[in-house]
């Protein structure tokens, strides 16, 4: 074998075997209590440790804000030209370890480094009841590269196509763009 054959092999490999491993990211997870609260700290990379998600998250355990559950999620590419949609979502669980409250999954996008916004932080929050944020042991941090559903692909272009119609002041079909 030539070596410019065996440099496109080994080139290929590599290719492949980084797009299997970016299906396995690592997370690393860093804990704390506080004084009413529990915090939990949280960093996911792909395998190429070009995207990036941060996640810090605070749960009121008591007080006049018991239940309330504040997060912080920063989102960050550093992959030249493609962007990726992360996201996070939060697990409450007792001493026991099991799940007793969850928040839906927030989806963050970032654009490719040299496109356009490649760097965003996030602050959200969700609303438990007191009593389940009072059994609340720990905080686990769930964050993954999470593509944009159909749906989601569907009305961004609806938007898009609407939008240009109405800038051209051209007629939007009876079906599709809202009045």
């Not at 990211?25 to 960093?43: F, H, K, M, R, W």
């Not at 007792?94 to 989806?107: E, L, R, S």
């Amino acid at each position: 074998m030539n070596t410019s054959k065996l440099k496109s092999l080994i080139v290929m490999v590599t290719l492949t075997c980084m797009t299997l491993l970016a299906f396995f990211p690592v997370p690393t997870t860093n804990a704390y209590t506080g004084e009413g609260s529990l915090t939990q700290q949280s960093s996911w990379q792909s395998s190429d440790g070009g995207r990036n998600m941060y996640t810090d998250a605070t749960l009121q355990r008591s007080g006049p804000l018991a239940g309330q559950l504040d997060v912080m999620t920063r989102t960050k590419n550093n992959v030249l030209l493609t962007g990726f949609t992360g996201g996070v979502f939060v697990l409450l669980r007792n001493a026991d370890g099991a799940v007793i409250g969850v928040t839906d999954m927030q989806k963050y996008g970032v654009d490719g480094k040299w496109i356009g916004r490649y760097d965003r932080t996030d602050y959200w929050n969700w609303s438990f009841d007191p009593q389940v944020a009072a059994a609340t042991a720990s905080l686990q941090i769930i964050q993954q590269h999470s593509a944009k559903d159909f749906s989601d692909q569907l009305a961004y272009w609806q938007s898009v196509v609407c939008g240009n119609l109405d800038r051209l002041g051209l007629p939007k079909p009876p079906f599709g763009c809202p009045a």
